[in-house]
């Protein structure tokens, strides 16, 4: 009888480390990060999709990255760098539907949109493009006013703060707001983003761009050796 609840008790944890290290297999499979070659591979076809001589060629090349970014997909489900293949995926669905606008087109693009959106804060960058056709879409279905399209971008903005993509989601609203004639939200964005990255070289570019230059209070910083070799650190010095 003992030997017997011995052989049971052996069969019972072979079986459960059996079923421990088939799931963990699974799981590492799922979650194995997409190779770089491959998504840069998928960006260099994507690219090369501008390149086409006529319409049909090019529906033809959006079409071949998308299913080639969606077989990649496939077989890593979970991977954490599978949002940098969902951007590239939403890219060649915007330019195939401006070849052709079909709505299996546009309801496979809104789902691409849709899952960009459940991107952490460090593809922030990839996710506000998503962010913003999807608000978009909601209000247009609601038949939203100014004042909620006003209140839905200063929202979306607010989502952004201390992400690598608030200087971005900025400026694109800076550009949004005057459209839907949210010029007081327009002057408070103008004014948060220059106060926020007052010495980004790329935002003082961007007030240059505007016009609005007079805004922005760049800080001098840098390091600079005196003629006696001495060196100043600015703005400390």
Same mark, same amino acid.
């Given at each position: 009888?003992?030997?017997?609840?011995?052989?049971?008790?052996?069969?019972?944890?072979?079986?459960?480390?059996?079923?421990?290290?088939?799931?963990?297999?699974?799981?590492?499979?799922?979650?194995?990060?997409?190779?770089?070659?491959?998504?840069?591979?998928?960006?260099?076809? !994507?690219?090369?999709? %501008?390149? &086409?001589?006529? @319409?049909?060629? #090019?529906? +033809? =090349?959006?079409?071949?990255?998308?299913?080639? $970014?969606?077989?990649?997909?496939?077989?890593?489900?979970?991977?954490?760098?599978?949002?940098?293949?969902?951007?590239?995926?939403?890219?060649?669905?915007?330019?195939?539907?401006?070849?052709?606008?079909?709505?299996?087109?546009?309801?496979?693009?809104?789902?691409?949109?849709?899952?960009?959106?459940?991107?952490?804060?460090?593809?922030?960058?990839?996710?506000?493009?998503?962010?913003?056709?999807? !608000?978009?879409?909601? %209000?247009? &279905?609601?038949? @939203?006013?100014? #004042?909620? +399209? =006003?209140?839905?971008?200063?929202?979306?903005? $607010?989502?952004?703060?201390?992400?690598?993509?608030?200087?971005?989601?900025?400026?694109?609203?800076?550009?949004?707001?005057?459209?839907?004639?949210?010029?007081?939200?327009?002057?408070?964005?103008?004014?948060?983003?220059?106060?926020?990255?007052?010495?980004?070289?790329?935002?003082?570019?961007?007030?240059?761009?505007?016009?609005?230059?007079?805004?922005?209070?760049?800080?001098?910083?840098?390091?600079?050796?005196?003629?006696?070799?001495?060196?100043?650190?600015?703005?400390?010095?």
């Amino acid at each position: 009888m003992r030997n017997h609840t011995t052989i049971n008790r052996a069969s019972l944890w072979v079986t459960f480390l059996t079923i421990l290290i088939t799931c963990l297999h699974l799981n590492c499979a799922q979650a194995a990060t997409i190779p770089n070659a491959e998504i840069t591979s998928l960006q260099k076809e !994507s690219a090369a999709e %501008l390149t &086409e001589s006529s @319409a049909t060629k #090019k529906r +033809r =090349a959006c079409k071949s990255t998308i299913r080639k $970014a969606n077989s990649l997909l496939e077989d890593h489900a979970t991977a954490p760098n599978r949002f940098e293949v969902l951007a590239i995926i939403l890219q060649s669905q915007r330019r195939l539907l401006t070849l052709d606008n079909s709505e299996k087109n546009r309801e496979s693009f809104f789902e691409t949109c849709a899952k960009l959106t459940e991107a952490p804060d460090t593809y922030a960058a990839l996710r506000l493009q998503a962010d913003l056709i999807i !608000s978009e879409k909601k %209000l247009s &279905e609601k038949n @939203a006013d100014l #004042k909620e +399209r =006003a209140q839905a971008l200063e929202e979306m903005v $607010a989502r952004y703060r201390n992400t690598p993509a608030e200087a971005k989601s900025l400026k694109m609203a800076i550009l949004i707001a005057p459209k839907i004639e949210a010029f007081e939200l327009e002057q408070k964005l103008l004014i948060t983003l220059s106060e926020r990255f007052q010495g980004d070289y790329d935002t003082i570019n961007y007030f240059r761009k505007l016009g609005k230059s007079g805004l922005l209070d760049v800080i001098f910083t840098g390091s600079f050796i005196r003629a006696d070799g001495t060196t100043l650190h600015f703005p400390m010095d």
